[in-house]
């Protein structure tokens, strides 16, 4: 399995699909937002609310659940980046 790296470029959230989709999310740092659509918290692959039409990586979430899925997977980032850079 290739290893994710984030794109050079911000992706265009809404033309992805797929595996592409879970590729870029998945390279991009999380953020932990209040959900203005729908109640609750999201955690979103972009520094925007929801509202703005990035798709989500987690919804219905408390604060709490959100910020420590958004902190666990930045830290994730940070360790496979210094990993790399061994």
């Not at 033309?15 to 609750?40: C, K, M, N, S």
């Not at 989500?56 to 850079?85: K, M, P």
Request: hydrophobic share 45%; no cysteine; aromatic share 6%.
């Amino acid at each position: 399995m290739e290893p994710i790296t984030a794109p050079t470029t911000p992706p265009a959230w809404r033309e992805l699909r797929g595996a592409d989709l879970v590729a870029a999310q998945l390279a991009a740092r999380w953020y932990a937002w209040p959900d203005d659509t729908i109640g609750g918290w999201a955690v979103m692959p972009d520094n925007s609310p929801p509202s703005i039409g990035v798709p989500a990586v987690g919804t219905f979430l408390s604060e709490q659940t959100a910020r420590h899925i958004a902190d666990l997977h930045n830290a994730a980032l940070t360790d496979a980046g210094e990993e790399a850079r061994r």
